[in-house]
């Protein structure tokens, strides 16, 4: 009998113990919203990221997509660091974050204003990019998230262009998009 309570006892410690790691890990932070560049909603396929402050550490991603009807729409978690292991996985309460839109630092919030809430959520909060050099998907040819100066975007839409490569987003001989490509390499 007192070897049965004790398996008991024994038992139940070990659950409460269980519960209790797992009720110490933290937990995300939701967001959703619209992303507005330059004064019109975003386009299906754009990146949002979230980034801590000082580190860029990605805590969160997404792309937008239309909701509804309406386009630029998005959703995202900040995922937190669980501190019952030694692996990195995420934002610390109280860090400020940087959102940015296809790499680059969103006008509001301004960059390191907002901060990583855990279990908070957050509701309509819409994301704006004024950019002279916001070129959207287009100049980002190779997704590598860097857009003018990039040697790699520019010549593989030359190779699209020439009809060296294929399923390309540059059609073989459009000059217009050729054009278009070479401008955002060099941030027009």
Do not use: H, R
């Not at 975003?42 to 990605?58: F, K, L, M, Q």
């Not at 050099?133 to 100049?139: D, G, T």
């Not at 593989?156 to 278009?180: H, M, P, R, T, V």
Request: charged content about 15%; overall charge negative; hydrophobic content about 35%.
């Amino acid at each position: 009998m007192k070897a049965t309570k004790n398996i008991i006892s024994l038992s139940i410690l070990l659950i409460m113990l269980k519960i209790s790691t797992f009720v110490s890990a933290t937990n995300p932070e939701a967001y959703w919203g619209f992303v507005t560049l330059d004064g019109a909603p975003a386009p299906d396929g754009i990146s949002v990221t979230v980034g801590v402050c000082g580190t860029g550490e990605i805590v969160g991603s997404t792309t937008t997509v239309t909701w509804g009807g309406n386009p630029g729409a998005y959703t995202l978690d900040i995922v937190f660091d669980d501190t019952n292991t030694e692996a990195d996985e995420g934002a610390y309460p109280n860090n400020p974050v940087v959102w940015k839109v296809n790499g680059f630092n969103a006008t509001t919030p301004a960059p390191c204003t907002d901060t990583a809430v855990s279990g908070n959520s957050n509701n309509n909060f819409n994301i704006l990019v004024k950019s002279p050099l916001f070129c959207y998907n287009f100049c980002d040819f190779n997704n590598d998230g860097i857009y003018i100066k990039d040697w790699n975007d520019l010549m593989n839409a030359y190779k699209c262009f020439l009809g060296i490569e294929k399923n390309c987003k540059i059609d073989y001989q459009s000059w217009n998009l050729i054009k278009q490509e070479y401008d955002c390499f060099y941030g027009k």
